[in-house]
T-cell receptor, first 114, second 117 residues
Framework: DAGVTQSPTHLIKTRGQQVTLRCSPKSGHDTVSWYQQALGQGPQFIFQYYEEEERQRGNFPDRFSGHQFPNYSSELNVNALLLGDSALYLC?????????????FGEGSWLTVV | AQSVTQLGSHVSVSEGALVLLRCNYSSSVPPYLFWYVQYPNQGLQLLLKYTSAATLVKGINGFEAEFKKSETSFHLTKPSAHMSDAAEYFCAVSDDAGGTSYGKLTFGQGTILTVHP
């Protein structure tokens, strides 16, 4: 049973560029959340997708956007990259049917903005 | 709003010694609480979770945590540290409400555990 998979694992972008990160949730999960983890910090919630719609959003600017596909996979897009966007981006998946469900994380995508 | 405070950004113990990592939370609703471990250059792995059942929760790798509502704490312990326990540990609280897991976790800043031979 594959867990949460993310791609790419590492990438380098230049300021002002755009980036797309991809996530496939764990089998049987239909809810995908994205987190940003800056160096030395705990993960920060970006947003969550369920039934192909954004259900919750954290305190991130509109430059951060996402999408969920019918197969539950998801993309995170960041436009107009800033140096401060350099971080580990974590995808998490869960199923909403039981309270306190375990939330599984992928290995993350390391983004460096130069 | 929910928040998590992890006391001590770095904890150092000797192999075989007790591990105690502290976590205090703030939540306006009954919380669901989690401890995750992160090894270098890896994602997060769930150690254990509290979901309003038993207040003493046992997790993987010999870790356990006790939910104390009066102290708003959820400290992580392990009786005897092993070298392989060296990692960063994150406490998190979820805003589960109405029996639906929305999956939004609020994390603490993390505690780096070092284990000395």
């Amino acid at each position: 049973d594959a867990g949460v998979t993310q791609s790419p694992t590492h990438l380098i972008k230049t300021r002002g560029q755009q980036v797309t990160l991809r996530c496939s949730p764990k089998s049987g999960h239909d809810t995908v959340s994205w987190y940003q983890q800056a160096l030395g910090q705990g993960p920060q919630f970006i947003f969550q997708y369920y039934e192909e719609e954004e259900r919750q959003r954290g305190n991130f600017p509109d430059r951060f956007s996402g999408h969920q596909f019918p197969n539950y996979s998801s993309e995170l897009n960041v436009n107009a990259l800033l140096l401060g966007d350099s971080a580990l981006y974590l995808c998490a998946s869960s199923s909403p049917y039981r309270a306190g469900n375990t939330i599984y994380f992928g290995e993350g995508s390391w983004l460096t903005v130069v | 709003a929910q928040s998590v405070t992890q006391l001590g950004s770095h904890v150092s113990v000797s192999e075989g010694a007790l591990v105690l990592l502290r976590c205090n939370y703030s939540s306006s609703v009954p919380p669901y609480l989690f401890w995750y471990v992160q090894y270098p250059n890896q994602g997060l792995q769930l150690l254990l979770k509290y979901t309003s059942a038993a207040t003493l929760v046992k997790g993987i790798n010999g870790f356990e945590a006790e939910f104390k509502k009066s102290e708003t704490s959820f400290h992580l312990t392990k009786p005897s540290a092993h070298m392989s326990d060296a990692a960063e540990y994150f406490c998190a609280v979820s805003d589960d409400a109405g029996g639906t897991s929305y999956g939004k976790l609020t994390f603490g800043q993390g505690t780096i555990l070092t284990v000395h031979p």
